[in-house]
């Protein structure tokens, strides 16, 4: 595994210091030659920097950096940050439903394309649409979801972010759609057209997961409101209802998006 620092906290950036405090002293050099060579000349920090870094308050690409610099010093150091890292984040996630986090292995990352809707095309000219980076997305930006159903069937969407995972209506009036196979371009507004999608408030790394299914077999999820996280006792039925299905009646499509700064 390997930390996505764009994504890390305080508490989390605090674990390089007592590993990058060790391979100081072994090399016998003092801080600020630490920084200089870990971050190089072009990206120089002041005097002191080091408490910052003892309280975890520094730049998550200053973070990288280092973890960087440890990495190609000593494997080893590199790997205890990465498992402090990891057990805390064990420590302070919540708890996971085991069948719906079986659901979200099932996944696979295919399938799946994002399509950012251009200004200079209207919703009915997606025929001359082209895929990008996900990374390139920012908030505010208009996107698209095309699936290639693996099946024919009605599909279900997810977000997940935070540790949290929310809903996503794949229509304006219901929110659940029928796919056949093939081919199809998510959400649709009442008349089946594309209606692109925007994050505006939270940047960051966001889970999308798609999940079709053959036959009336979806649990209703006409309660559930958008905005609002699914308790884990809901995921966890969702997740049953679905693979109590043969395994041949569903297929569970995934993607990640990372929504940059305006």
């Known amino acids: 595994m ?3 620092w764009d994504q890390t906290t305080n508490a989390e950036r605090k674990c390089l ?5 060790a391979l100081r002293s072994r090399l016998n050099i003092d801080w600020q030659t630490v920084f200089q060579r870990a971050f190089g000349l072009d990206d120089q920090v002041g005097d002191g920097y080091q408490d910052n870094l003892r309280k975890g308050a520094i ?3 200053k973070a990288y950096k280092l973890y960087t610099w440890l990495y190609h010093h000593d494997r080893a150091l590199a790997d205890q940050v ?6 805390l984040r064990a ?3 919540p708890e ?3 069948l719906w986090e079986s659901l979200i292995k099932r996944g696979r990352f295919a399938n799946i394309r994002t399509i950012k809707a251009q200004s200079s095309l209207g919703i009915v000219d997606f025929a001359r649409r082209e895929p ?6 920012k908030l505010f930006d208009e996107f698209i979801f095309e699936i290639d159903a693996p099946l024919t069937g009605e599909v279900m969407a997810f977000q997940g972010y935070g540790g949290q995972w929310y809903p996503l209506p794949l229509s304006t009036v219901a929110p659940t759609v029928n796919v056949q196979k093939g081919k199809a371009l998510l959400p649709v507004d009442d008349e089946g057209r594309p209606e692109p999608l925007r994050e505006e408030e939270r940047p960051g790394r966001y889970r999308f997961m798609f999940v079709i299914v053959q ?3 979806l649990p209703d999820l006409e309660t559930l409101q958008p905005h609002l996280p699914i308790p884990t006792r809901i995921r966890d039925d969702i997740a049953r209802a679905v693979m109590s299905a043969p395994a041949s009646d569903w297929v569970v499509l995934r993607t990640n998006i990372v929504f940059k700064q305006s």
């Open 17 to 21: 210091n007592a590993a990058t405090k």
């Open 2 to 4: 390997t930390i996505d």
């Open 59 to 61: 730049a998550p690409g």
């Open 96 to 98: 996971a439903p085991p």
């Open 82 to 87: 990465e498992s402090q890292i990891f057990a």
């Open 91 to 93: 420590a302070t996630a």
């Open 132 to 137: 990008i980076d996900p990374t390139a997305l």
């Open 215 to 217: 036959g009336d077999r």
